[in-house]
Nanobody
Framework: VQLQASGGGLVQAGGSLRLSCAAS????????MGWFRQAPGKERDFVTA????????YYADSVKGRFTISRDKAKNTVYLQMNSLKTEDTAVYYC????????????????WGQGTLVTVSS
């Protein structure tokens, strides 16, 4: 399984950015695709996830109302639309795939992309 993340970059506070993550394999209805982020010197934190079949979404409190996860089933791709970005959103963002169960613990997700850096300047 390969997950290819893209779309990171430098943006000013208050701006927007969209990340993409394409999977090399078919994603099944029970699968979860998600985004985590890791700031320098910190642990990898849950950001958001989506159940592939139902489209049910989950968000960390810190991003609710600002970030939106979506997926394109035909392209096996998940997106993360980030609006109203804050300097504290600066991190390397990782997409991840889990075959079945929802968890906000990074250690419980099975497959990871390479990460894409998002830098929000003040």
């Amino acid at each position: 399984v390969q997950l290819q993340a893209s779309g990171g970059g430098l943006v000013q506070a208050g701006g927007s950015l969209r990340l993409s993550c394409a999977a090399s394999v078919r994603i099944y209805s029970s699968h979860l695709m998600g985004w985590f982020r890791q700031a320098p010197g910190k642990e990898r934190d849950f950001v958001t996830a989506i159940r592939w079949g139902s489209g049910n979404t989950y968000y960390a409190d810190s991003v609710k109302g600002r970030f939106t996860i979506s997926r394109d089933k035909a392209k096996n791709t998940v997106y993360l639309q980030m609006n109203s970005l804050k300097t504290e959103d600066t991190a390397v963002y990782y997409c991840a795939l889990d075959p079945s169960h929802y968890s906000e613990r990074a250690s419980e997700w099975d497959y990871w992309g390479q990460g894409t850096l998002v830098t929000v300047s003040s």
